[in-house]
């Protein structure tokens, strides 16, 4: 990571939400821990909620102490950010307030807002800002989200490109600065080894699985609204599959890097007619069992809607129609009240096309690449060795070279997402952002898929919590004779 260079007045609007208490202020005194905040770095919390500004700067205080390791807080480092921060109560929909907030910006050079609110008031929020003056030297950051479909989308992104250009909006996907989705790029394209293996000659299948052991949280008012698909296929495992797939990039530009996505997300095959009944699988989780404890059923959750057909759980089959992943499946995957709380990619390279060994062990020839993203980063490559032993003839194995991030790296702390896609944000770089034909064609892509529920009028398929799903989506995979990798 690198220094900032020059000072910046940070505004994060929504500033006592969830978010923003739990990730965002923890996120922003980690830069500040690390001292890669300039000294000149302003910090304004914007909020809706009145009173006095002290108590909402203690309560900011309070979730810090709650989320930052007890080891990580440092009184000094403290009380540094505490001089930076303040808080400014803001009607977001009120122009007056915002000539208020220019006068507490001041003469700042740089400002970066950040939008941790609903995205229908994004659109407002950008006109206040213009008409404040405040435009020209700002970055927007814009929170997930972005509208619940192609046309909604479009809606907000056309309201923020009224007052401003592309490249001063920042669309925030956590799961593009988590560190082992950055090695990805360096595993793909530093690597020889992989990058000449890297298409449908050599790889099988590809798996990528996001799977959730909590429920809904007491976000039922959004989720319904929004279900799995939405919620996290349209924009998590979309953009890792884009990441995976596509080719290499002519440098390391944030364009050049987002037009090789743009492709991957234009040759996605559509999903429709009785593909869509063989190729995904949508649930909803009843009750059962999480950590040995009984757990209730999504409709049984507190404020529910008994009548409710939202997917808590989706599994899909998408092809790629291109010369690298022709005939080439990723299987997609991701639902809440899972076994564990997991994030894998896991790439399935094809058998030998001569095999020698004893027949009964030729299921196991199989070389696999498992990129591990929660709970623990790490990278493992299992491959084929002779089991030890003079009694053991060529028997095989199974066995991993892997890199663990935590083991590799014990003297370093590896960052939060969110405090890369910040310094990010604060230094200029979009290479981790999401541009906005990318989401456009990823919501054209899912859009499709929700069209053809609803025109087939089927419920989503029930699977006790503490499952893997629906047994189609085992099905699903196993009719291409596979099946989803460690399952247990």
Not at 428 to 436: A, H, I
Not at 450 to 467: L, N, V
Request: proline fraction near 5%; aromatic fraction near 10%; hydrophobic fraction near 40%.
């Amino acid at each position: 990571m690198l220094s900032i260079s020059e000072p910046c007045t940070f505004a994060l609007f929504g500033a006592m939400g969830d978010l923003a208490l739990r990730k965002l202020f923890p996120a922003l005194y980690q830069l500040d821990r690390a001292e890669l905040l300039h000294e000149h770095t302003r910090l304004l919390a914007l909020a809706r909620e009145p009173g006095d500004a002290a108590f909402h700067l203690n309560e900011i205080e309070e979730h810090l102490k709650e989320f930052v390791p007890a080891a990580q807080l440092d009184e000094g480092v403290l009380a540094r950010f505490k001089a930076r921060l303040d808080y400014v109560h803001v009607d977001f929909l009120k122009a007056d307030d915002y000539t208020h907030l220019a006068e507490r910006i001041g003469e700042a050079a740089t400002v970066i807002a950040y939008f941790a609110t609903p995205a229908a008031v994004y659109g407002a929020i950008c006109e206040n800002l213009a008409q404040a003056g405040l435009a020209e030297r700002t970055r927007v950051v814009l929170e997930k989200p972005i509208g619940h479909d192609l046309a909604s989308s479009r809606t907000v992104n056309d309201a923020v490109a009224r007052f401003f250009p592309e490249n001063r909006v920042y669309r925030i996907d956590h799961y593009l600065g988590k560190e082992t989705v950055q090695n990805l790029i360096a595993l793909r394209f530093a690597n020889s080894l992989f990058e000449t293996q890297w298409n449908q000659n050599y790889i099988s299948h590809v798996e990528i699985t996001v799977a959730e052991k909590v429920g809904i949280e007491g976000r039922w008012g959004y989720f319904d609204k929004a279900g799995q698909l939405r919620d996290m296929v349209q924009n998590h495992l979309v953009q890792l599959l884009c990441l995976i797939a596509m080719d290499p990039p002519a440098e390391l530009s944030a364009d050049a890097i987002r037009d090789e996505k743009v492709k991957v997300l234009k040759a996605l095959q559509p999903i429709t007619g009785e593909a869509l009944h063989s190729q995904v699988v949508r649930g909803q989780y009843i009750a059962g069992y999480s950590e040995g404890r009984a757990v209730p059923g999504y409709l049984e959750e507190e404020n529910s809607n008994p009548q409710s057909d939202t997917e808590t759980f989706v599994a899909l089959r998408a092809d790629i129609r291109n010369w690298r992943w022709a005939g080439v499946p990723f299987y997609l995957r991701t639902g809440k009240r899972m076994p564990q709380k997991l994030s894998q990619i896991v790439i399935h390279f094809k058998e030998p096309p001569h095999y020698i060994f004893a027949p009964e062990q030729r299921m196991q020839i199989s070389n696999k690449l498992i990129i591990r993203l929660q709970p623990d980063e790490s990278i493992s490559l299992r491959v084929m060795t002779k089991e030890q032993g003079l009694d053991k003839g060529m028997q095989l194995r199974s066995g991993p070279l892997q890199l663990n991030f935590s083991d590799a790296y014990r003297s370093a702390r590896i960052p939060d997402a969110y405090e890369r896609l910040l310094l990010e944000v604060m230094q200029g770089n979009q290479n981790l952002f999401v541009r906005k034909d990318e989401i456009e064609y990823a919501w054209k892509w899912c859009d499709q898929l929700i069209a053809g529920w609803k025109k087939a009028g089927d419920a989503p398929k029930p699977y006790a919590a503490g499952s893997w799903g629906p047994m189609s989506s085992i099905a699903l995979i196993t009719r291409d004779g596979r099946s989803w990798y460690g399952d247990i």
